[in-house]
């Protein structure tokens, strides 16, 4: 695989033009008006909730660039937040190279603070619930599933989005729609396994399985209900080779896993501060991610 030219790495944006919302474990959001933000991805990556000290280089451009190709695809389904507005005219001339490649500008929404998880495989945190209850957060599944294994039909299992540093929280469905209704509950959940279900589909065409992923949701001022943040990214799916599919293990996937399976062999309690990447991990990490994009997407990193 052709690696492509490395840029340099973005921890932290700087902008200076813009007034700064917030930073996010890796997006950094700034103003854009009263009803714009300008979202920059930086190449920060966290594990186990705690933002390591080294970026991944090209992560940022990686993600961005691969959330749009989803956008795009996915748009029949439901509306989606980019404007199309080229980030390099929103900010100084001299900050261009901080969002080249790794910003959207995005209608500014009212988030919905439910995260909209679903799960096509047994994985994971759901692997660990099924042993120990027969169920994937609270939703009853066929005994005798086994690690990795496809599930009859895709599930819906919303989280609570948590406060910066802490986990998201698994929610019961009913406990949805006691946040944020009825209707609006049994909504999301159609688009998002809908969502689901067209991507995993053309994933495969691609050589790829996407066991599960997650997606978030806002409302305009009209009360229109719009995808956002970030679409089937490598962090916020977890995508398995088809190739190297096998029922019954732990799969490596596209993504961090690289870092965590490092992470889980040092003395470390899974709290700030993170201990220093080697700089093999780092260079296997940013592969990983760029081989995702390239073998779901068909494209270089532009």
Known sequence: MTMSTSHSPLYESTLKSLPLLGRGKVRDNYAVGKDKLLIVTTDRLSSFDVIMGEPIPNKGRVLNQMADFWFAKLSHIVPNHNTGIDPATVVAADEADQVKGRAVVVKRLEPILVEAVVRGYLAGSGWKDYQ???????????????????????????????????HDENIT????????????????????????????????TRGIIIADTKFEFGLDTRGELFLMDEVLTADSSRFWPADGYQVGTNLPSFDKQFVRDWL??????KTPPAPKLPEDVVAKTAEKYEEALQRLTGQSLS
């Open 132 to 166: 120990a209850t027969g169920s994937v957060c609270s939703v009853a599944l066929p005994p005798g599933l086994k690690n990795a294994e496809k599930l009859p039909e895709p599930i819906f299992t919303p989280a609570a989005k948590a406060e910066m540093g802490h």
């Open 264 to 269: 889980e062999t040092q003395a470390w309690g």
């Open 173 to 204: 469905y009913d406990e949805m729609e006691r946040r944020i209704g009825t209707e609006r509950s049994a909504t999301i959940r159609e688009i998002s396994i809908k969502l689901y279900k067209e991507a995993a589909e053309y994933a495969t």
